[in-house]
């Protein structure tokens, strides 16, 4: 056996109890210091080098939905215009257009939307046979026979767009008409309606013009387009009424501001302040959840879930998008969840307590009044930032897919994203994570304003990167002001709901 006696903790020799299985150890990795250091450094290099920085350069080369939103638009009001005037698109020479019309859909309303089709397919990369044919009726309809003509003596379609001989006996028919000769309408009687609908494109507009142009006499040529003038009314009118409900509630706040400074001498009789937002993390775990957890892990779960899928993708069409989408937006949040409730359990948090939820009507209330203060200004920052880049491209891929898709299946899918788990992850994510420790460590207008510029710089886009920037300070500021986190993720779905509502009507 060995001695009893050790070098003990004062340095001389004697009988240490303690001692006895004493081992040496080696020098441990401090969490709270090199580990952590060294995995945040490594998230920022991936946040900047891979994730974030290629993708917000890349998205000024992505396509921009905004060209077809405005032709959807114009094609809604082209609609709408019919089903007020009861009669054709085309208008002799020295003819205005009816006062109706003029004053509430305009009278160049089939010009523009010409315009609006030539600007897209100059900046197409490939021939688009559909876009050549709804410009090529829309210039017919116009009394532009010689475009037209150009138009269809083009090129003919890219590989894979192989035309049917519906479409050709269809574009015989238009050529003849851009000559000014009598077009074959006993070859188009002659096809089966859902042939001829096949060479048409897939919208009621150009129906209604292929019917005007060609004289045709086919069932869909006596269809009702009063519905349009209801989806015209509600996409041209909402949001303008909204906004200034929004103006207005702006002034009423400003009244009321004014009138306290009046009245400052009086002691305040308002409700008793909300209760203090709680820090879920310190400021380094932020930072290692934010771009360890939401940037680096949460992107790869969403690029591994993708190619994983994209063979179901591809062989389920616009519900395998959809369905795909929301899964993928899954996997991109799972792995952000789990690393938040890894750092709160390391620095002894347990709970969801200080999410603040606080679901009741007077969140509904909070959440409506947001959206209302918010709207003038992120719509007037839209408007400022399509004028100064016309041509921007970089949105969201989800705005897209909505616009081109007709399946209600794909629809509810999408809806369920974009209006229940997106609002979710985000509002946890940057109102209940991010706003509250910024608020700690740097009081609370320059956390509002941090966490609403990574709010903004997640969504991965230049071009919407102001914009998002003044939705994200409505919530930042809504979050403070009420301590709801409810409140927020419902104006985030309003705001959301409100977009997609947009697009459906205009994809109809």
């Given at each position: 056996?060995?001695?009893?006696?050790?070098?003990?903790?004062?340095?001389?020799?004697?009988?240490?109890?303690?001692?006895?299985?004493?081992?040496?150890?080696?020098?441990?990795?401090?969490?709270t210091g090199d580990l952590q250091n060294l995995l945040l450094a490594v998230s920022l290099?991936?946040?900047?080098?891979?994730?974030?920085?290629?993708?917000?350069?890349?998205?000024?080369?992505?396509?921009?939905?905004?060209?077809?939103?405005?032709?959807?638009?114009?094609?809604?009001?082209?609609?709408?215009?019919?089903?007020?005037?009861?009669?054709?698109?085309?208008?002799?020479?020295?003819?205005?257009?009816?006062?109706?019309?003029?004053?509430?859909?305009?009278?160049?309303?089939?010009?523009?939307?010409?315009?609006?089709?030539?600007?897209?397919?100059?900046?197409?990369?490939?021939?688009?046979?559909?876009?050549?044919?709804?410009?090529?009726?829309?210039?017919?309809?116009?009394?532009?026979?010689?475009?037209?003509?150009?138009?269809?003596?083009?090129?003919p379609p890219a590989v894979g767009q192989e035309e049917s001989s519906a479409a050709v006996?269809?574009?015989?028919?238009?050529?003849?008409?851009?000559?000014?000769?009598?077009?074959?309408?006993?070859?188009?009687?002659?096809?089966?309606?859902?042939?001829?609908?096949?060479?048409?494109?897939?919208?009621?507009?150009?129906?209604?013009?292929?019917?005007?142009?060609?004289?045709?006499?086919?069932?869909?040529?006596?269809?009702?387009?009063?519905?349009?003038?209801?989806?015209?009314?509600?996409?041209?009118?909402?949001?303008?009424?909204?906004?200034?409900?929004?103006?207005?509630?702006?002034?009423?706040?400003?009244?009321?501001?004014?009138?306290?400074?009046?009245?400052?001498?009086?002691?305040?009789?308002?409700?008793?302040?909300?209760?203090?937002?709680?820090?879920?993390?310190?400021?380094?775990?932020?930072?290692?959840?934010?771009?360890?957890?939401?940037?680096?892990?949460?992107?790869?779960?969403?690029?591994?879930?993708?190619?994983?899928?994209?063979?179901?993708?591809?062989?389920?069409?616009?519900?395998?998008?959809?369905?795909?989408?929301?899964?993928?937006?899954?996997?991109?949040?799972?792995?952000?969840?789990?690393?938040?409730?890894?750092?709160?359990?390391?620095?002894?948090?347990?709970?969801?307590?200080?999410?603040?939820?606080?679901?009741?009507?007077?969140?509904?209330?909070?959440?409506?009044?947001?959206?209302?203060?918010?709207?003038?200004?992120?719509?007037?920052?839209?408007?400022?930032?399509?004028?100064?880049?016309?041509?921007?491209?970089?949105?969201?891929?989800?705005?897209?897919?909505?616009?081109?898709?007709?399946?209600?299946?794909?629809?509810?899918?999408?809806?369920?994203?974009?209006?229940?788990?997106?609002?979710?992850?985000?509002?946890?994510?940057?109102?209940?994570?991010?706003?509250?420790?910024?608020?700690?460590?740097?009081?609370?207008?320059?956390?509002?304003?941090?966490?609403?510029?990574?709010?903004?710089?997640?969504?991965?886009?230049?071009?919407?990167f102001f914009p998002l920037l003044i939705l994200g300070l409505g919530l930042g500021w809504?979050?403070?002001?009420?301590?709801?986190?409810?409140?927020?993720?419902?104006?985030?779905?309003?705001?959301?709901?409100?977009?997609?509502?947009?697009?459906?009507?205009?994809?109809?």
């Amino acid at each position: 056996m060995g001695s009893p006696y050790h070098r003990c903790a004062d340095g001389e020799w004697r009988e240490c109890p303690s001692s006895v299985n004493q081992t040496p150890r080696l020098p441990r990795l401090k969490w709270t210091g090199d580990l952590q250091n060294l995995l945040l450094a490594v998230s920022l290099v991936l946040t900047i080098f891979v994730f974030w920085g290629p993708s917000l350069l890349g998205s000024l080369e992505r396509p921009s939905v905004q060209g077809v939103v405005e032709q959807r638009q114009l094609e809604l009001q082209a609609l709408a215009s019919q089903a007020v005037d009861k009669g054709n698109f085309t208008f002799p020479p020295g003819r205005g257009a009816p006062l109706l019309s003029r004053q509430l859909f305009g009278a160049d309303t089939l010009q523009n939307l010409a315009d609006v089709l030539r600007q897209r397919r100059d900046n197409a990369t490939t021939t688009d046979r559909d876009l050549r044919l709804r410009q090529v009726l829309v210039l017919l309809a116009t009394r532009q026979p010689e475009q037209a003509r150009a138009l269809l003596e083009s090129p003919p379609p890219a590989v894979g767009q192989e035309e049917s001989s519906a479409a050709v006996v269809l574009q015989q028919a238009l050529l003849q008409r851009a000559d000014g000769n009598p077009t074959t309408v006993a070859r188009l009687q002659d096809l089966a309606p859902e042939a001829l609908e096949d060479a048409l494109p897939h919208h009621p507009l150009y129906q209604s013009l292929a019917c005007s142009v060609l004289d045709l006499n086919h069932p869909f040529c006596h269809g009702s387009h009063g519905g349009a003038l209801v989806r015209l009314v509600l996409v041209g009118l909402v949001g303008p009424l909204a906004a200034l409900a929004g103006i207005l509630l702006w002034l009423a706040q400003l009244g009321r501001w004014l009138w306290s400074r009046n009245q400052s001498q009086r002691p305040p009789s308002q409700a008793p302040p909300s209760q203090p937002m709680a820090a879920p993390l310190t400021t380094p775990a932020l930072m290692l959840f934010f771009f360890g957890g939401v940037v680096v892990l949460g992107n790869g779960g969403g690029v591994l879930a993708l190619s994983a899928l994209q063979p179901w993708i591809r062989a389920s069409g616009s519900t395998g998008q959809a369905m795909a989408t929301m899964l993928v937006y899954g996997a991109q949040a799972l792995p952000g969840l789990a690393v938040l409730r890894w750092l709160r359990r390391s620095e002894g948090q347990s709970g969801w307590q200080w999410l603040q939820w606080n679901l009741g009507w007077r969140s509904l209330a909070m959440a409506l009044g947001g959206l209302l203060l918010s709207l003038p200004l992120v719509l007037l920052t839209s408007w400022g930032v399509s004028r100064l880049f016309p041509h921007g491209g970089g949105s969201n891929p989800l705005l897209d897919l909505v616009l081109n898709s007709r399946d209600l299946t794909a629809l509810m899918f999408f809806a369920l994203t974009a209006c229940l788990l997106a609002p979710l992850y985000e509002e946890l994510v940057f109102r209940a994570t991010v706003l509250p420790t910024m608020v700690g460590s740097c009081g609370a207008g320059v956390g509002v304003l941090l966490s609403s510029l990574l709010f903004a710089a997640a969504h991965l886009s230049l071009v919407e990167f102001f914009p998002l920037l003044i939705l994200g300070l409505g919530l930042g500021w809504l979050r403070l002001r009420g301590g709801r986190l409810s409140a927020c993720v419902l104006m985030h779905a309003m705001w959301n709901g409100y977009t997609l509502a947009n697009l459906v009507l205009l994809s109809l």
